[in-house]
């Protein structure tokens, strides 16, 4: 557990920015309830209408967030600037993936969340694995997040973790529960980029030598393997935990809820893919003072017990008010953020993918939940999902190693499902079982058997695995399992009503044997 002796507590300036910052967050959180009316579909992903700025913003906050700031600052304290610049770099490669191959794609096929695509393209039983895999990487992304927001309100208040820890996930909590998605969308305008002056401000003002310290000497303070490429080319120096960490923000961050409930809500395919692409950018922006922050703290306080207390050190003891107060407010804005949409991530998938169309209409095979039962079940599961991840936060408050961990779990069982079902016509159901079982079954092994000196290799090797098997037993499958007949729900986009009701393919067989009929007919 980390904590700050009660000394620590801010000056009443930074104080004073970073209560009226939680103020107005959350008056614009609860005020954007107001644009829900009652709508499951406007609650999960804001009716499907946003535009392109805040879509790119909202993603740009969801990459920066506590996990990619003091998380990030913290691990690059405690082991080197790759090891805190894997986060911000991996977020940063993944929009721009999402960017140019995933999000006009998804935006276009109008579902309300990610697993929809495994229900639409595999069928119920592929779905309902993938969210139990989605519902556990996501847990523990928003459990980083509280821990972030936490470490910040003790060091800012002087109060106990626990505290703090429950004050910030009430904030989030009040109003993700009102606004949905539209509080998201409304608060990350202010967030993100509070987060991001405040970085910025930070590094130039210590990079200046306005501390007393010269660039040149902080930086040569470090050990040379915190600073060289070592850290991408040894693995004495931990190179394959930092690649293990690239690759499953590049690529497993693909595969976040909270990424594609954003995409989701942009007004157009098109701008859902350029807002990807902007909110890339957006993150690319806080790699440089994410490194050199992460040795700028070593330098300035070398002794302190955890990285985690570095970066509110930092904040409180080395830099202006005016600049300690937009750090601190933009982390606990950033983490605030990604708690905010993770929960309705979390919750929404849930309710839809889990309850509605699995357990009430599958297996209990009762009327299925229509749009206002829909809201409120997505509202009331708000609760366990946040109580869970206090509870996780509290338990193993390590923000940074929890956004890493939420997607190498992710990028070993989900990945392939999605890429090849989008892309190949072949991909089948029984292909994709095979690579969440393979491909999560060949993490947990290298979890188990891997020896730490070789720790991040399992994270590389899985993802492989899990391809292997599923081309595999896709083109063995073919004849018994014929990818081509849901090849057509990468293109058919279903009534409203019908997705509203989790009956997503209702019309689809009509439709797609229309369209064969179609593609059949050779012109004279």
């Not at 557990?1 to 959180?29: C, D, W, Y």
Request: charged share 10%.
């Amino acid at each position: 557990m980390v904590e700050f002796p009660v000394a620590a507590m801010a000056s009443t300036g930074i104080v004073v920015g970073v209560v009226l910052f939680l103020v107005l967050t959350t008056s614009i959180g609860l005020f954007s309830g107001l644009l829900v009316k009652k709508s499951s579909r406007r609650y999960m992903v804001a009716g499907k209408s946003l535009p392109l700025f805040i879509v790119g913003t909202m993603l740009a906050a969801a990459a920066v967030d506590g996990n990619g700031t003091l998380g990030a600052i913290g691990i690059g304290y405690d082991t080197g600037i790759w090891g805190g610049a894997s986060i911000p770099i991996g977020a940063c490669i993944c929009l721009f993936l999402i960017g140019l191959f995933y999000g006009a794609k998804l935006n276009r096929l109008s579902m309300l969340t990610l697993p929809d695509f495994y229900y639409r393209r595999y069928g119920p039983n592929t779905e309902f694995s993938a969210v139990l895999v989605m519902i556990l990487g996501f847990v523990i992304m928003v459990a980083g997040n509280f821990a972030a927001a936490a470490f910040i309100f003790q060091a800012v208040f002087g109060i106990k973790y626990i505290w703090a820890l429950l004050i910030g996930a009430a904030i989030v909590f009040i109003y993700t529960g009102s606004g949905g998605m539209f509080a998201s969308a409304y608060t990350d305008i202010l967030q993100i980029y509070i987060a991001v002056i405040g970085l910025w401000a930070a590094f130039i003002y210590i990079a200046g030598g306005f501390t007393g310290h010269s660039f040149t000497s902080m930086w040569n303070a470090a050990p040379a393997h915190y600073t060289d490429m070592t850290g991408l080319t040894e693995r004495s120096n931990g190179a394959l935990i930092n690649w293990a960490g690239i690759l499953s923000l590049a690529v497993g961050d693909i595969i976040a809820l909270d990424f594609m409930e954003r995409v989701f809500s942009a007004k157009t395919p098109r701008i859902a893919s350029r807002s990807a692409i902007w909110g890339g950018v957006i993150t690319a922006s806080v790699i440089v003072p994410v490194i050199f922050l992460a040795i700028f703290g070593r330098a300035l306080s070398p002794h302190l017990s955890s990285g985690y207390k570095s970066f509110p050190d930092i904040a409180i003891h080395h830099v202006p008010t005016v600049i300690g107060a937009l750090m601190l407010a933009g982390v606990i804005g950033a983490a605030m953020s990604t708690s905010n949409s993770g929960m309705l991530a979390l919750s929404s998938a849930i309710s839809r993918n889990v309850i509605q169309r699995n357990v009430i209409k599958r297996f209990l095979r009762r009327p299925t939940l229509g749009n206002r039962q829909l809201l409120l079940v997505t509202r009331l599961l708000l609760f366990p999902c946040a109580g869970f991840a206090i509870w996780w936060a509290y338990e193993i408050p390590q923000p940074g190693k929890y956004a890493i961990l939420a997607f190498d779990i992710v990028l070993a069982g989900c990945f392939w499902p999605l890429t090849l079902g989008l892309f190949w016509h072949k991909a089948n159901a029984w292909a994709a079982m095979a690579s969440i079982v393979s491909g999560l079954g060949a993490r947990l092994i290298g979890y188990i058997v891997t020896p730490s000196a070789w720790s991040g290799i399992e994270t590389l090797l899985s993802p492989v695995v899990g391809g292997i098997f599923f081309v595999t037993v896709a083109l063995l499958t073919q004849k018994q399992n014929p990818g081509i007949d849901r090849w057509g729900t990468v293109e058919y986009i279903p009534p409203e009503e019908d997705i509203i009701l989790g009956d997503d393919l209702r019309g689809y067989w009509a439709w797609d044997e229309a369209r064969r009929s179609d593609e059949q007919v050779v012109p004279v």
